[in-house]
């Protein structure tokens, strides 16, 4: 089933929103091998904010590959294309 272009926007978008939830989540936190660690709790909320967001990116390189091939262009291209798109409604253009 061929992935729809906004499909690939849309899953972009979540990727980077898991990413950027890893990101708070470390300066929250601070380094897992500062004196005293993180807590059970921590670990559990990390682990779990990176996994998601490795499988999501996993889901968004997968769709690429699919989109590419059905669309006939470069991996490479349609990437930067979504990528693009992302941060132009992101930012405020044409479908924000």
């Known amino acids: 089933m061929t992935t729809l272009f906004q499909e690939l926007v849309a899953k972009e978008r979540a990727a980077e929103q898991a990413h950027d939830r890893v990101e708070e989540l470390r300066g929250m936190y601070g380094s897992p091998t500062q004196q ?14 990176l996994r998601a ?11 690429l590959a ?4 059905a669309q006939g262009e470069k991996r490479g291209d349609v990437e930067e294309q979504v990528k693009k798109a992302v941060w132009h409604t992101e930012s405020g253009g044409a479908g924000a």
């Open 66 to 69: 699919e989109y590419a091939r």
């Open 53 to 63: 967001w490795r499988d999501l990116a996993r889901e968004v390189q997968v769709a």
């Open 36 to 49: 005293g660690g993180w807590s059970p709790r921590q670990t559990e909320t990390y682990n779990t904010a």
